[in-house]
């Protein structure tokens, strides 16, 4: 969710805005994402996703990394290169992620387990060794998490 607009990546493949205001979802419009193939973004695959200064996070299924990549939420841009901010030998391990968010500089993450978790984000990255359990179960079935005001 970002400025009253919920971005959705969806198991053809493609992306969706929508506006969002609190309680009511408008129509879904296309994100253009201008030739990335499943093999370049595979958004059918995402199962966790966030945006920080100028780049989505997410995470997808059967990988351990935390990825990120530019986006221009002012034009639906998704940025073709692709970046691992964590699972890459930082003692984090994302495969399990149903969701996530990111909310007063913490990253906020269901499991398949059912479990919510929360690490310290900070210079783009989470923080080893800041993890902490906020509930243990509940979670299940989640498939997506974000914050509103």
């Known amino acids: 969710l970002l400025g009253g607009a919920l971005y959705t990546p969806w198991g053809d493949g493609n992306m969706s805005e929508r506006s969002f205001t609190g309680t009511t979802l408008g129509a879904a419009t296309a994100l ?7 093999t370049h973004f595979a958004a059918a695959n995402v199962t966790g996703m966030f945006y920080s200064a100028g780049r989505i996070y997410y995470t997808e299924s059967g990988s351990h990394d935390l990825y990120w990549r530019w986006f221009e ?31 007063a500089g913490r990253i906020y993450y269901a499991t398949s387990g059912g479990a919510l978790q929360s ?31």
């Open 32 to 38: 253009q994402l201008n030739s990335l193939s499943p």
């Open 73 to 103: 939420p002012e034009d639906g841009l998704v940025g073709a290169q692709e970046f691992i901010a964590s699972g890459n030998g930082d003692g984090l391990d994302w495969i399990s992620t149903t969701g996530a968010t990111l909310a």
């Open 119 to 149: 690490v310290a984000f900070q210079n783009g990255v989470p923080v080893p060794g800041t993890q902490t359990t906020i509930a243990a179960s509940g979670f299940a079935g989640t498939h997506g998490l974000f914050v509103g005001s």
